[in-house]
């Protein structure tokens, strides 16, 4: 099992920027990829982005150029930056891991955050 926590959500203005963070713990050995979803109030949740073991990343068209995945392998942590934020970039976040390959598919992940929230205000 691997528990996965985040922090860093809060309220911010438009064009400003938050640093989501995610702390993994238990066998962390399996795993090898770290991505961030989002879900926003009535609407199904998101692929914001995803970091694999070795650093390859992939992002959603949305964030593309305003946030930025990375993560510390050896504290196993993970960590979403997020600029230019726009009022529809507001939703619960959450951190999930997998084994395997990079993947945008919430479906493909195992372990799951219980998430934060990201309020914008215009």
């Known amino acids: 099992q691997v528990q996965l926590v985040e922090s860093g959500g809060g309220l911010v203005q438009a064009g400003g920027s938050l640093r989501l963070s995610c702390a993994a713990s238990g066998r962390t050995g399996s795993v090898y990829v770290l991505g961030w979803f989002r879900q926003a109030p009535g609407k199904e949740r998101e692929f914001v982005a995803a970091?694999?073991?070795?650093?390859?990343?992939d992002y959603a068209n949305s964030v593309k150029d305003r946030f930025t995945i990375s993560r510390d392998n050896a504290k196993n942590t993970g960590n979403l930056q997020m600029n230019s934020l726009k009022p529809e970039d507001t939703a619960v976040y959450y951190c999930?891991?997998?084994?395997?390959?990079?993947?945008?598919?919430?479906?493909?992940?195992?372990?799951w955050g219980q998430g934060t929230q990201v309020t914008v205000s215009s």
């Open positions: 999930a891991a997998r084994s395997g390959y990079l993947s945008v598919s919430r479906g493909g992940y195992d372990y």
């Open positions: 970091i694999s073991w070795s650093g390859r990343t």
